[in-house]
């Protein structure tokens, strides 16, 4: 078994939290989850199925919009978007994101960009997976500070989506909304549940001995150094380059 | 052209990405019109950063602010702690239902999510109704029309006419349709009428919403301009840089590197 690079371990969950979707969208800034999604098209291609549809906002190559920013939302909140990524200055134990600020709105201590689309697409994408790789507890409250996206809604209010998932630089959480709240799935190599406990400031449900995170084999391992990171290259390039790198002193 | 703008209008500007008229910016300040009100469409980054650093701007109507790869948009974020803006937190479609409800002279439009957001708990002007087409029931959010003064954003081209091209970029249209005034650069201006030929025709939006149009090569610098030239992404890092205080954006600001290299 090769040595593979924690961001291949990120990359190849996301493929495999994606399986069986449509149409995936992916954040402009965000190559880890493209990558995922660009694995899984290729892995599905490679077995003479159908690969999902990609879009990523702002890229003018991955982008099949012609009725400029509202159409990705109008597209999602008619049931074409299946899967998004959502990220979080704050993320907390019930799923709750905040994108816009630590500390007393509106004059927060800390202001970070804004909700951008999150206060919509978390209530009508079916497949939310949330994605931070800085696991600390300064990221995952207790409870956030500001409310950009509800992790749930009270039954009444319509609700076709929502998150399904955390992937952090540690491990992987399973969301269940009937809590509601996260479940440790699996642990990535080199932690441990201890070390998430620590990273974590909220309560979660665990294994006594978590699995750990199920690494990718030697032919998905090819197919992502080779396909994956030539194509996710045209839009990452700075991002491809890096990873290569990277891989060049674990080969050598 | 900045002459249109009077104090305590609401601007609508458009994403970074979509073509920003940052050749207005200058012009903007320089005219000097305050109490200005922003509306993102969905979201701002340099041209808004620069306008709230340069004290022309009273509230922030937006999903997000940011300098995309280059960090945070660090006037908007100074003058937001200080309290010296107001801001008007949003969400992506929230903003373009805003614009479409004015754009079919609509006085709101009904918008599924933001129910339980701290979004919509600060924001007044936003309704919950109950849905009167279900059997009881089913809250759903009023966005009340989004009618702005003024409209600015830069495109490759425009003809002799005051036909503008705005290719796919079908939020620029939506914000012309919503506003009294709608300023447009443009790389150039062509000789032929844009409506003549159906291939154009499609992403043209018409003289009849366009009050102005002035030719700046290059207005979207240091943004990029689809179709025509990328971002100068090492410009806008050193806006980033010099904005982080008071004094060095006042420098960035004065210093004649605002034209395009």
């Known amino acids: 078994m090769a040595e593979v690079l924690p961001r291949e371990v990120l990359i190849c969950t996301i493929a495999r939290l994606l399986d069986g979707v449509r149409h995936v969208a992916v954040g402009a800034s965000s190559p880890i989850p493209a990558a995922g999604a660009m694995l899984l098209r290729a892995m599905k291609e490679a077995s003479g199925a159908v690969g999902p549809r990609i879009s990523i906002l702002g890229s003018v190559e991955h982008n099949f919009f012609t009725n ?91 609700r076709s989506g929502g998150p399904i998932a955390l992937l952090t630089g540690k491990g992987l959480f399973h969301f269940d909304k009937t809590r509601p709240g996260f479940e440790l799935e699996s642990v990535h190599p080199g932690h441990d549940l201890a070390e998430i406990k620590e990273a974590t400031g909220f309560r979660f449900e665990h294994d006594a001995e978590p699995r750990q995170t199920v690494l990718p084999d030697r032919a998905t391992l090819d197919l992502l150094r080779g396909r994956v990171f030539d194509e996710l290259a045209e839009t990452y390039p700075e991002f491809a380059a890096q990873m290569r790198r990277e891989l060049g002193t674990v080969d050598a | 052209m900045a002459k249109h703008i009077k104090p305590g209008m609401r601007l609508a500007l458009p994403v970074d990405y979509a073509g920003v008229s940052m050749a207005m910016t200058q012009p903007i300040i320089e005219h000097g019109a305050g109490d200005l009100d922003l509306v993102c469409v969905p979201t701002g980054g340099l041209q808004v950063d620069q306008l709230v650093g340069a004290g022309l701007v009273r509230t922030v109507e937006t999903s997000a602010v940011s300098l995309g790869e280059a960090g945070g948009a660090p006037r908007f974020n100074a003058a937001a702690k200080d309290g010296a803006v107001r801001l008007k937190d949003a969400t992506c479609p929230a903003i373009h239902a805003g614009l479409m409800a004015a754009q079919k002279g ?54 002799r006419f005051g036909n503008v091209w ?96």
């Open chain 1, 68 to 158: 400029g920013s509202a159409e990705l939302f109008d597209c999602a909140g008619q049931g074409r978007i299946d899967a998004f990524f959502l990220g979080g200055g704050q993320i907390d134990g019930l799923g709750n994101v905040n994108l816009v600020g630590a500390g007393d709105y509106p004059r927060s201590s800390v202001r970070w960009p804004g909700s951008f689309g999150s206060a919509y697409l978390y209530f009508v994408v079916p497949r939310v997976i949330l994605f931070r790789e800085e696991h600390t507890p300064r990221v995952f409250v207790e409870k956030v500070d500001f409310i950009s996206a509800p992790g749930v809604s009270p039954d009444g209010v319509f």
């Open chain 2, 106 to 159: 609509s006085p709101f439009m009904p918008l599924r999510g933001l129910i339980g957001t701290d979004l919509l708990r600060h924001r007044d002007d936003w309704r919950v109704v109950d849905n009167p087409l279900a059997d009881g029931g089913d809250p759903i959010v009023l966005i009340p029309a989004i009618k702005p003064d003024v409209t600015i954003f830069h495109v490759p081209m425009a003809d």
């Open chain 2, 166 to 261: 705005i290719g796919r970029r079908r939020e620029l249209a939506a914000m012309a349709y919503a506003s009294r005034i709608t300023l447009v650069t443009v790389e150039r201006i062509v000789e032929q009428n844009l409506l003549a030929d159906e291939m154009s025709a499609a992403g043209v939006l018409p003289a009849l919403y366009v009050t102005a149009v002035g030719r700046a090569p290059k207005g979207a610098w240091p943004y990029g301009l689809w179709g025509e030239y990328p971002a100068d992404s090492a410009e806008i890092a050193r806006y980033a840089k010099a904005a982080r205080t008071a004094d060095g954006f006042s420098a960035y600001m004065a210093r004649a590197q605002m034209e395009p290299a």
